[in-house]
């Protein structure tokens, strides 16, 4: 006769259970331990359930309340049902249809958690959008401005600033000829630009409208045209507020979390420094592509030419390799697919008009002239 | 069941160590790093035990890829364990026609006879904090697990509510879900509230007959507890 090693519940036994090898017979299951002690059920009594960590052990059960015999190798059912014939029949039916019934629940169950999962899927991003963005214009600019003399520091620890005025005063220059193609609002902002000693190729904005131009930028530029390429970018990033919307976002999904975690709070503010950290750092693609796209208009507006952003992105992957981009604040080594906005930017070009371009006061040439080590 | 290993678990329940005095010819399985001391006439070898796929599986319990084995060719020799959290050891004897449910890192060591799978657990494991795959000890012979705080016995005849963080082991004969705590399931009123600020949020409810050991204290609380106290990098 088959054997299917198991155990057995009873309350008689030292610590109310022991190993047993589970041997269906013509009438009866008996559970044969090791000390030669034997537990009977007949299959008048049996009632047998799945069950267990796995649901797949099998529990049976007599008319002695305290006695369960248990196992979960397979084959076991089977082997009462052919042991017992109609004898067992009943039992055998009756784990099978409770079988049945956790498969449907289970199978239910994840039905309906895919089906809520591709819900909110499709529904939460976008109504999460509006809302941060409904957000962000609740709060005034000066939340910007206070939120960006905050990351200023990052600023001060990436190199000296320079003072010479052919190289101030030419980034500044490019500012105030993008200034008018700026809402009022933003134009009232103090667009202060600073040009530090880096030989990173490099440029940012903070919220608020502080500017920095690293000079390696102004050392590997081909022209005006890709300065005042990248300037307009920054200064799309400061006039729609992207990282106030980064940091909402942020907040929101952490505030998200909180309330479906509960108690996971260690996790939460390890998360919570790394979201808030990337708020600071990096803009989405859809931010970027924003940026790009306005960028480049708002230097057209000003009479640069608008050719100059994608012919950076060019210079920008050609160069890309030896990036010394600081993860924080960094303009290009965060963004993958220059291809991508370089066709973007194309296919816009011919759509824009370009304003009448005058001669710089300031020229790149002296910039780069007064650059030390140029 | 009784044990076949020789052991003994000292300075109990913070700081223990765990003593398994090896027979000639006896051998031991842990988990890396966890040795402290052992004997020179003991040996000691890494590897995959059970091959790649029980390895992985391993992994995914929140174990190690590698389990050292510690035999005793030569004559008997004494070992010494650690467990990496601060908490208390326990003895399981397996062999008692079932096996034993480990949460994530709960592994320390097993003697010989003792089979180590990984088991799926989907929806309900990643729900209990857990992670979707759970280690379960099968076989016969000694297992030594370690949990976070005290650890606690508690046997189940019937059903049993424990928070999902505080799960240490459980026995197989058990049957478990993960739902919220009675009394608060959403639709009923003001119990909203009571989920999601109470902190109680979500439970292991046993159900059957066998036995389930609870560790006194949470990681995850105590991270969020000492958190505020972490020294901060200033950055210039």
Redesign the interface.
Known sequence: MAQF?????DDGLP??????SLVPGPEAVEARLDSGAVFVIGYDSLRMEF?????R?L?LRGAEPRL?L???APGLLEAIAAAGGPASAGAVAGARAGQAQTRKTHLR??GI?LAVLVALWFTVPPIFRVMVDGAVQQLPLSVDVKLGELAS??M??LGPAITDEAVAGFATEIVERLRPGLPPEIQALDLKVTVIESTQVNAFALPGGRMAVLSGLLKKADGVDMVAGVMAHELMHVRHRHGMRHIVRAAGVITALT?L??????????AAEGAALAALTSYSREMEAEADLDGVRLAAAAGFDPAGMPAFFRKLSEIAPDSQAPEALSWMSSHPRHDERIAALEAAIPGLVRAESTPMKHTLEAARAALKGD | MTAQLDFSIDHRPDFPLLQVRLGAGQSLFAEPAAMVTMSPALHMRAGLKGGLGKSLGRMFGGESLIVNTFSAPNGAGAIDFAPAALGDIHHYALGNGGGLMLQRGAFLAHGEGVTLDAKWQGARGFFSGNGMVMLRAGGSGDLFFNGYGAVMPIDVDGGYYVDTGYVLAFEDTLSYRVTTMPGLRPGTGQKLKTFFLGGEGLVCQFSGRGRVWVQTRQIGSFLGWIYPFRPVKQRN
Not at chain 1, 5 to 9: D, M
Not at chain 1, 261 to 270: F, Q
């Open positions: 090693p198991g155990g057995v519940f610590d109310g259970r022991a190993a047993a069950g267990g960590a796995t649901g052990m529990f369960t248990f196992s979960e169950n994840w958690a520091s990052e001060a620890g309330v975690a509960g108690d996971a709070t260690g996790l939460l503010g390890i």
